[in-house]
């Protein structure tokens, strides 16, 4: 309450006004912007062939290093994450107008385009991952954004948990990838090509870096988290998940093709799961009605495709696909922030109820009719271009062309029939009477509309000079992703009539015709099947999520009855079974010397007052004589440290044993009667797990003091302590400096749990906070 | 004094311990680096005389002369500890890299950055013992 009170006094300063009204957008974009610029500066050098490197030492001893690479594959996706960044900047002021938390959405969009710029420049095979990771982290923030929504949380946990998993995948595949090729430089891989394939670890490298690439690209059977992120507000949806993020794991295909590529395991995977996702993603597309839905899964399809293309490989593959992506991310982002002023301006995203919106948002409308004519492949835009040369690739696949060809004409009809449903019906006028929208519709404010514009506008610029503007990334792209050097000649129109051509007028004239007759039918039999296909996925996992949280229940209630004696008893039993287990089959136990070296009669005696200390412990009537007992025992310890020359053991034995007895005297007369209550048979297992743990601490001192493979460490740390660490308490030494890092990690455990029981101790909670968090968990289990 | 203390003997002999048991203290934690001692044994003495006082007074007369909260000891015990981890950093050397100066405070002898990292070790076993020990005599 209090903090809306100081937000709204915040926002009536002028400043804040003026942000909250979009002016924030313009500024912000700059930045953006001089990266694009800069990053465009760098295209000559590029497109001549040259590769930049840049590399920082950062932890040697691994091999890691923070290392980048500018080539062609890298600085397309640069150019295209930075320049629909700045767009998409831009158009978040506008549409965000008025929203408190501004700042935070721009944190948020500016931590994730920091990410995505490293991931795709990184040159190491772990400074790729930091960064793939940091993409997963800041887009489960911009799509659970509106948190005060339960479906925005679930949504965003949903692709954290997807995209997670999978990260924690490719950590290991690219670990794997690491060991194998001996090198985790990424452009040093390409020549370790046979090594890696070789290795005998190419099969579990593979599984584990298509995990992590197809739970972030939304490839079968991962797709459904993709639609669920919608419930990002549309910027991200435009930026995130249609145009950057989600082409990550397509971005990794890419860039380990030379290490990885060009086996028939890699063609067929995926060839296959990238035709299985583009065929569904296009067929569950148009029976949509929500516009971010549709487009959803359109993308879900343009990423099948990309990878499909990626599996295909050979020259004509990866051309295709590197003139797809950017075909594909111009007119998808553009398409998102049309269906963005769509809702902002009337309210309502639902297909079936908006049209004739023309007339009151033109620049908009003619934005969206180019994005939408390259998205059906139409020439002069570039998704034609996209177009043949994808058909020229199937046709000329190494296996099954015909069936990935036919698999790929009928996405593309259902992608004409899409690209109507989004830019054409809500336009034009249907002919039936209009629906009113929540809002009387109007064209939006500059920022707006100028992304859409400017998207759309590139389409057919880059269709219509691609020559001179594509052909050169393009080339170096390609020549990156094969390893090799290409000569690529892109055209606009084909000078001859081809196969490929002929299938692109076919599809074109299908698509026209499903669009204006066939979408009825298609809505219904997308309708049918969407419990199997849309929503088993999303239930199957939320099953897989719910039965994770009913075993991690089971298991806490296994472990944590909430009774100490149940804590002991598991703790003191888990290192007993694990230590016996190493001790037995480890160690050689015949090294042991029981009697070497004589006792002395003040030893003895020690023992002794130890010994009956225990006795007394055990047959104590009330907890003074326990405690006395107890500390009988310990400061028996504390001489025994003192016989054998430890001062510093001592001195801490002895502290510790005078502040328990403190200790327990404080808390002595609050504890209840000291009854026995529990069981003989209890006792019985108490006494053997005790004694248990008792012969095997005596087994591993004994074995320590016998064995010769640990002494070198003592003249060690004593040559070394004055020497290097300047201190003849070599104890001490070892604690501040030598292990100092332990020390650390051990104070900070002991400050937690010193906070632990301060708040066990001070914390009454109120029956009511209890319900809450009852409550609270019940929202959880949901999911 | 909130309460009459429960013996006078025992009253008496903790106000006249207590300073002793800190000086001890001190001695051991700057002795720690060539003789036996440190930061850990000298921190449990300092706990060990605090709860010395609050079970012959009470917890809130050993709160009164402790002046610091003891949660507030273990906060800035660790960051201590980070920072003299840290110093070696602006060099250029690894996390933690032990600093010597040449010169020798009088009486005190060498302060370096292990001999930081002790005292903030000291701190914070103070803080840890002393707010169990407190928390737990008040409840």
Same mark, same amino acid.
């Given at each position: 309450?209090?903090?809306?009170e100081?937000t709204?006094?915040?926002?009536?300063s002028?400043?804040m006004a003026?942000?909250?009204?979009?002016?924030?957008?313009?500024?912000?974009?700059?930045?953006p912007?001089? $990266?694009?610029?800069y990053?465009?500066?760098l295209?000559?050098?590029?497109t001549?062939?040259?590769?930049?490197?840049v590399s920082?030492?950062w932890?040697?001893?691994l091999?890691?290093?923070?290392?980048f690479?500018?080539?062609?594959l890298s600085l397309?996706?640069?150019?295209?994450? $930075?320049g629909i960044g700045?767009?998409?900047?831009?158009?978040?002021?506008?549409?965000?107008a008025?929203?408190?938390?501004?700042?935070?959405?721009?944190l948020?969009?500016f931590l994730?385009m920091? %990410?995505?710029?490293?991931?795709?420049?990184?040159?190491?095979?772990?400074?790729?991952f930091?960064?793939?990771?940091?993409?997963?982290?800041?887009?489960?923030?911009?799509?659970?954004y509106?948190?005060?929504?339960?479906s925005?949380?679930?949504?965003?946990?949903?692709?954290?948990?997807i995209?997670g998993?999978?990260g924690l995948?490719?950590?290991?595949?690219?670990?794997?990838?690491?060991?194998?090729?001996?090198?985790?430089?990424i452009?040093?891989l390409?020549?370790?090509?046979?090594l890696?394939v070789?290795s005998?670890?190419?099969a579990?490298?593979l599984?584990?870096?298509?995990?992590?690439?197809?739970?972030?690209?939304a490839?079968f059977?991962?797709?459904?988290?993709?639609?669920?992120?919608m419930?990002?507000?549309?910027?991200?949806?435009?930026y995130l998940h249609s145009a950057?993020?989600?082409?990550a794991?397509?971005?990794?295909l890419?860039?380990?093709?030379?290490a990885l590529?060009?086996?028939?395991?890699?063609?067929?995977?995926?060839?296959?799961?990238g035709a299985?996702t583009?065929?569904?993603?296009a067929?569950?597309a148009?029976s949509?009605?929500d516009?971010k839905?549709?487009?959803?899964f359109?993308?879900?399809?343009s990423l099948?495709?990309?990878?499909?293309?990626?599996?295909?490989?050979?020259?004509h593959g990866?051309?295709?696909?590197?003139?797809?992506?950017?075909?594909?991310?111009?007119?998808?982002?553009?398409?998102f922030m049309?269906?963005?002023n769509?809702?902002?301006e009337?309210?309502?995203?639902d297909?079936?109820?908006?049209?004739?919106?023309?007339?009151e948002m033109?620049?908009?409308f003619?934005?969206?009719?180019?994005?939408?004519?390259?998205?059906?492949?139409?020439?002069?835009?570039?998704g034609?271009?996209?177009?043949? $040369?994808?058909?020229?690739?199937?046709?000329?696949?190494r296996?099954?062309?015909?069936?990935v060809?036919?698999v790929a004409v009928?996405?593309n009809?259902l992608?004409i029939?899409?690209a109507?449903?989004?830019a054409?019906?809500?336009?034009?006028?249907t002919?039936?009477?209009?629906?009113?929208t929540?809002?009387?519709?109007h064209?939006?404010?500059?920022?707006?509309?100028?992304?859409?514009?400017?998207?759309?506008?590139l389409s057919a610029?880059f269709g219509?000079?691609v020559?001179?503007?594509?052909?050169?990334?393009?080339?170096q792209? %390609?020549a990156?992703?094969?390893g090799e050097?290409?000569e690529?000649?892109?055209?606009?129109?084909?000078?001859?009539?081809?196969?490929y051509?002929?299938?692109?007028v076919?599809?074109?004239?299908?698509g026209?015709v499903?669009y204006?007759?066939?979408?009825?039918?298609?809505?219904q039999?997308?309708?049918?099947t969407r419990?199997?296909?849309?929503d088993?996925?999303?239930?199957?996992?939320t099953?897989?999520?719910?039965?994770?949280?009913?075993?991690?229940?089971?298991?806490?209630?296994?472990?944590?009855?909430?009774?100490l004696?149940r804590?002991?008893?598991?703790?003191?039993?888990a290192?007993?079974?694990?230590?016996?287990?190493a001790l037995?089959t480890? %160690?050689?136990l015949?090294?042991i010397?029981?009697?070497?070296t004589p006792?002395?009669?003040w030893e003895t005696?020690?023992?002794?007052?130890?010994?009956?200390?225990?006795?007394?412990?055990?047959?104590?009537?009330?907890r003074?004589?326990?405690?006395a007992?107890?500390?009988?025992?310990?400061?028996?310890?504390?001489?025994?440290?003192?016989?054998?020359g430890?001062?510093d053991l001592?001195m801490?034995q002895?502290?510790?044993?005078?502040?328990s007895?403190l200790?327990?005297?404080?808390?002595?007369y609050r504890?209840?009667?000291?009854?026995?209550?529990?069981?003989?048979?209890?006792?019985l297992?108490?006494?053997?797990v005790a004694?248990?743990a008792?012969? $095997?601490?005596?087994?591993?001192?004994?074995l320590?003091?016998a064995?010769?493979?640990l002494?070198?460490?003592?003249?060690f740390?004593?040559?070394?302590?004055?020497?290097?660490?300047r201190g003849?308490?070599?104890?001490n030494v070892?604690?501040?400096?030598?292990?100092g890092?332990?020390t650390m990690g051990?104070?900070?455990?002991?400050?937690?749990?010193?906070?632990?029981?301060y708040?066990l101790?001070?914390?009454?909670?109120?029956?009511?906070d209890?319900q809450?968090?009852?409550?609270?968990?019940?929202?959880k289990?949901?999911? | 004094?909130?309460?009459r203390?429960?013996?006078v003997?025992?009253?008496?002999g903790?106000?006249?311990?207590?300073?002793?048991?800190?000086?001890?203290?001190?001695?051991i934690l700057?002795?720690?680096?060539n003789?036996?001692?440190?930061?850990?044994?000298?921190?449990l003495?300092?706990?060990?005389?605090?709860?010395?006082?609050?079970?012959?007074?009470?917890?809130?007369?050993?709160?009164?002369?402790?002046?610091?909260d003891?949660?507030?000891?273990?906060g800035?015990?660790?960051?201590?500890a980070?920072?003299?981890?840290?110093?070696s950093l602006?060099?250029g050397l690894?996390?933690m890299?032990?600093?010597?100066?040449?010169?020798?405070?009088?009486?005190?002898?060498?302060?370096?950055?292990?001999?930081?990292?002790?005292?903030?070790?000291?701190?914070?076993?103070?803080?840890?013992v002393?707010?169990?020990?407190?928390s737990l005599?008040?409840?």
């Open positions: 309450m209090a903090q809306s100081i709204q006094a915040d926002s009536q002028p400043l003026w942000a909250m009204r979009g002016g924030i957008g313009w500024v912000l974009s700059i930045l912007l001089s $990266l694009t610029l990053f465009a500066s295209l000559p050098t590029i001549s062939g040259t590769v930049l490197r920082y030492t932890i040697p001893s091999g890691v290093d923070f290392a690479i500018v080539d062609g397309t996706f640069v150019l295209l994450v $930075l700045t767009l998409v900047v831009l158009y978040a002021g506008g549409y965000m008025g929203d408190r938390q501004i700042g935070r959405f721009y948020y969009l994730f920091g %990410a995505m710029v490293g991931l795709v420049l990184a040159d190491n095979l772990i400074t790729l930091v960064f793939w990771e940091l993409t997963s982290i800041s887009s489960y923030l911009l799509i659970g509106k948190h005060a929504y339960y925005s949380r679930s949504s965003a946990l949903q692709a954290l948990l995209t998993a999978g995948a490719l950590l290991a595949g690219l670990v794997l990838l690491g060991i194998a090729a001996e090198t985790q430089t452009s040093e390409g020549s370790r090509h046979e890696i070789n005998g670890l190419y579990p490298i599984i584990l870096v298509l995990i992590g690439a197809f739970t972030k690209s490839q059977p991962f797709q459904f988290w993709l639609p669920g992120a419930a990002a507000p549309t910027p991200v949806s435009a950057t993020m989600v082409k794991g397509v971005f990794l890419a860039r380990l093709n030379p590529g060009d086996t028939p395991a890699w063609q067929i995977t995926l060839t296959v799961f299985i583009m065929a569904l993603g067929y569950l148009v949509q009605t516009l839905r549709i487009l959803a359109t993308t879900v399809s099948g495709t990309l990878v499909m293309l990626i599996g295909i490989g050979g020259e990866i051309v295709a696909m590197m003139v797809f992506l950017i075909v594909h991310s111009l007119y998808k982002g553009c398409l049309v269906a963005g769509i809702d902002h009337t309210g309502s995203r297909v079936s109820i908006l049209s004739g919106l023309r007339r033109p620049i908009t003619g934005a969206a009719a180019l994005a939408a004519l390259s998205m059906a492949g139409l020439p002069p835009l570039l034609f271009v996209g177009k043949e $040369l994808i058909y020229e690739s199937t046709l000329d696949a296996f099954a062309a015909a069936a060809t036919t009928a996405s009809i992608m029939v899409a109507g449903m989004v054409v019906r809500p336009f034009l006028p002919g039936t009477t209009r629906h009113s929540p809002r009387h519709p064209e939006p404010p500059i920022s707006m509309w100028l992304g859409p514009a400017v998207l759309a506008t610029v219509l000079f020559v001179q503007v594509m052909q050169p990334i393009v080339t792209g %390609a990156a992703i094969l050097a290409v690529v000649k892109l055209k606009l129109l084909p000078t001859s009539i081809t196969g051509f002929l299938l692109s076919l599809t074109i004239a299908l026209i499903s204006l007759y066939a979408r009825p039918a298609l809505m039999a997308g309708k049918a419990g199997a296909l849309e088993g996925f999303v239930n199957g996992f099953d897989l999520v719910n039965n994770t949280q009913a075993f991690a229940r089971w298991i806490t209630r296994a472990l944590q009855s909430g009774y004696r804590y002991v008893l598991i703790t003191i039993g290192v007993v079974s694990v230590a016996s287990a037995l480890r %160690a050689d015949s090294a010397r029981l009697f070497d006792l002395f009669l005696a020690t023992i002794l007052v130890i010994l009956a200390g225990v006795a007394l412990v055990l047959r104590a009537r009330s003074l004589t326990a405690i007992g107890l500390g009988t025992v310990g400061f028996g310890i504390t001489l025994i440290f003192f016989f054998f430890a001062p001592v801490t002895f502290s510790v044993e005078t502040l007895v200790l327990f005297i404080l808390i002595l504890l209840p009667i000291f009854t026995t209550i529990s069981h003989r048979y209890s006792r297992r108490d006494g053997i004694g248990l008792g012969l $095997l601490m005596t087994m591993i001192t004994l320590t003091i064995g010769e493979e002494k070198p460490l003592t003249p740390y004593a040559e070394a302590s004055y020497v290097e660490a003849r308490n070599v104890v070892i604690l501040v400096d030598f292990r890092i332990d051990e104070i900070t455990v002991l400050g937690i749990a010193s906070l632990g029981i708040l101790l001070t914390l009454r909670l109120a029956p009511a209890g809450a968090e009852a409550e609270d968990s019940t929202g289990e949901q999911l | 004094m909130k309460r203390p429960a013996s003997i025992f009253a008496t903790a106000r006249y311990i207590l300073p002793l048991m800190l000086l001890f203290a001190f001695f700057l002795r720690g680096h003789e036996p001692g440190g930061g850990f044994i000298g921190g003495v300092v706990a060990c005389g605090f709860a010395l006082f609050a079970l012959a007074y009470s917890v809130a007369d050993a709160r009164q002369i402790l002046r610091v003891p949660i507030q000891l273990i800035w015990g660790l960051l201590l980070l920072l003299s981890g840290l110093l602006l060099l690894p996390f890299t032990g600093l010597w100066p040449d010169f020798a405070i009088p009486a005190i002898g060498k302060v370096g950055t292990p001999t930081i990292f002790d005292v903030a070790v000291f701190l914070v076993v103070i803080g840890v002393l707010n169990v020990v407190f005599a008040e409840s």
